[in-house]
C-alpha cells in the first residue's frame, strides 16, 4: 500500500513536471516566434530610410533580433553567425574602412570552409559575401543596389533548398528595397524636374 502511493505521488509529480516542461517550451517558441518578428519588422523598415547609418543600425538591429531568436530556440549555430551579421552591421554604420572590410570577407570565408556541407551552400557564400561588400559602401544608393542582388541571390538558395516560407521572407526584404530605392530616387527625381518644368 505505501508503495503504491509512493508510485502515485512519484507519477503525479512526473506529470507536473511535464506540464511545466511544456509550458516552457510553448513560452520559449512564443518568445522565439516574436523575436523573429521583431527582426523581420526591422528588416522591412531598414529600406524605408534614406541615410546610410540609419538603414545600416535597423539592419544590426533585425540581425541581434534573429541571434537571439536562434539562442531562445537552442541554435547556437545560426546564433553566432546572426551575431557576427550584426556586428558587421554595426562596424560598418560608424566606418568604410577597407581593412574592417576585409576582416569580415576573411571571417565569412573561413566560417563557410569549415562548415560547407553542399553545392548549394556556394549561393549562400556569394550572398554573405556581397552583403559584406554592400554594408561597407560609402553611399546608401550602392547599398540598395547591391543588396537587391544579394536579396536576389538568398531567393534563389531558399527556393532551390525548398523553403517556401524562407523565400516570401527574402522576396519581401527584396519587394522593400526596391519600393524604398523607387520612393527615394525615383519619384523624388520625376517632382523635382516636375518643379523646375513649372518654375
Not at 73 to 100: E, N, Q, W, Y
Request: charged share 15%; aromatic share 12%.
Amino acid at each position: 500500500m505505501h508503495q503504491t502511493a509512493l508510485r502515485a505521488a512519484d507519477a503525479g509529480e512526473a506529470v507536473i513536471l511535464a506540464k511545466h516542461h511544456d509550458r516552457r517550451m510553448m513560452s520559449d517558441f512564443l518568445l522565439s516566434q516574436i523575436l523573429a518578428t521583431i527582426a523581420f519588422a526591422c528588416g522591412i523598415i531598414s529600406f524605408q530610410f534614406r541615410n546610410r547609418r540609419t538603414i545600416l543600425l535597423w539592419l544590426f538591429g533585425s540581425a541581434i533580433s534573429n541571434a537571439c531568436h536562434f539562442s531562445v530556440l537552442d541554435r547556437p549555430g545560426p546564433g553566432v553567425l546572426s551575431l557576427i551579421i550584426g556586428i558587421r552591421f554595426l562596424v560598418s554604420a560608424f566606418s568604410t574602412d577597407r581593412r574592417l572590410m576585409y576582416l569580415f570577407l576573411g571571417i565569412v570565408l573561413v566560417g563557410f570552409f569549415l562548415s560547407n556541407k553542399n553545392a548549394l551552400s556556394y549561393l549562400t557564400l556569394f550572398a554573405t559575401l556581397l552583403a559584406t561588400y554592400a554594408s561597407f559602401q560609402g553611399t546608401d544608393r550602392r547599398i540598395r543596389l547591391i543588396f537587391m542582388l544579394c536579396g536576389s541571390a538568398w531567393l534563389a538558395h531558399n527556393v532551390l533548398a525548398g523553403s517556401p516560407i524562407a523565400a516570401l521572407m527574402e522576396a519581401a526584404f527584396v519587394t522593400s528595397n526596391m519600393v524604398g530605392y523607387w520612393r527615394i530616387y525615383i519619384t523624388s527625381v520625376d517632382r523635382s524636374t516636375q518643379r523646375i518644368t513649372k518654375e
